[in-house]
């Protein structure tokens, strides 16, 4: 996919280990699907103003951009929000979610996932 001129990459995913931190979050019943987790780790690091580094290698490959931004609202709000530097706008979605699945994964770790108390944390 080619927008402004940057070939924009057509599959999307995470690190090895926050792969499987994505799973474990599906599984532990803290999301319904693993998507909705990427999608709220996106929106978590968006909220913060996170601008992470890249995603470390290995890097497993998890979701076409298609089914996972059918409506481009995750491009919309990246683009706008972060200076991309004229790299592709969801390889810095997926910066974001590597990011905010690790920090989800984290909160996991000491109990249920207060997704209010983010929610609320990231209007601040």
Do not use: C
């Amino acid at each position: 996919m080619i927008m402004d001129n940057v070939i924009e990459p057509t599959n999307l995913g995470l690190s090895e280990k926050s792969h499987s931190r994505l799973k474990q979050l599906k599984e532990e019943g803290h999301f319904l699907e693993m998507r909705d987790a990427y999608r709220f780790g996106i929106a978590l690091a968006l909220s913060k103003g996170i601008v992470p580094p890249q995603v470390p290698s290995p890097k497993a490959t998890i979701f076409g951009v298609a089914s996972l931004d059918p409506d481009r609202t995750i491009y919309t709000a990246v683009n706008l929000l972060i200076d991309t530097e004229n790299q592709p706008v969801y390889l810095m979605a997926e910066r974001l979610a590597e990011w905010g699945v690790n920090f989800i994964f984290e909160k996991s770790q000491v109990g249920q996932i207060d997704v209010v108390g983010l929610i609320e944390s990231a209007k601040n």
